[in-house]
T-cell receptor
């Protein structure tokens, strides 16, 4: 079974520019998560989708970050405009429904550097 | 609110020696607990999980962890470390009541000396 795919793997932008990340979850997984991992810290949940609806976006900085999950499959996370403190690895994860819904499968991440 | 503490930021261990990584959590209800490993430039790989039942759980790569409710701990152990175990390890807590949202600790970086 294919894992969670993310692209790009690396991105370098200047502050105030915009950037978008893409995630393709494991086929059939209804729940999708975006995490931000700042260097030296554990991942922090930004947003959680159930199919194409938002379950939790309480820690998403909505003045600059946005996310969508079209048709309940792929998802994009956008930052506009970027700040220096947005430099981090952005991880996407997905989980199935049912009794295994607690187990999240992570993609390789996108490393963003804002200069 | 859920919280996870990993008291050790760095641990250095000799190859072949035993390893123990500490994890303490705070949550009002019974959580489920995970240990993930992250190698440089890689995503998170699940080592093991505790959901219910036997408090000593076995994982991949020879790792095990013990859930101690009285101490709110879920420490990770390996009896004999290999050089390939050098990585960063994250403890995480989740709960049905929190919509399966995971809260991660700050991580412990493990260095293995030859």
């Amino acid at each position: 079974e294919a894992g969670v795919a993310q692209s790009p793997r690396y991105k370098i932008i200047e502050k105030r520019q915009s950037v978008a990340f893409w995630c393709n979850p494991i086929s059939g997984h209804a729940t999708l998560y975006w995490y931000q991992q700042i260097l030296g810290q554990g991942p922090k949940l930004l947003i959680q989708f159930q199919n194409n609806g938002v379950v939790d976006d309480s820690q998403l900085p909505k003045d600059r970050f946005s996310a969508e999950r079209l048709k309940g499959v792929d998802s994009t996370l956008k930052i506009q405009p970027a700040k220096l403190e947005d430099s981090a690895v952005y991880l996407c994860a997905s989980s199935p429904t049912g009794t295994d819904s607690y187990e999240q499968y992570f993609g390789p991440g996108t490393r963003l550097t804002v200069t | 609110a859920q919280s996870v503490t990993q008291p050790d930021i760095h641990i250095t261990v000799s190859e072949g020696a035993s390893l123990e990584l500490r994890c303490n959590y705070s949550y009002g209800a019974t959580p489920y607990l995970f240990w993930y490993v992250q190698s440089p430039g890689q995503g998170l790989q699940l080592l093991l999980k505790y959901f219910s039942g036997d408090t000593l759980v076995q994982g991949i790569k020879g790792f095990e962890a013990e859930f101690k409710r009285s101490q709110s701990s879920f420490n990770l152990r390996k009896p004999s470390v290999h050089w390939s175990d050098a990585a960063e390890y994250f403890c995480a807590v989740g709960a049905w009541a929190a919509g399966n949202k995971l809260t991660f600790g700050g991580g412990t970086r493990v260095l293995v000396k030859p």
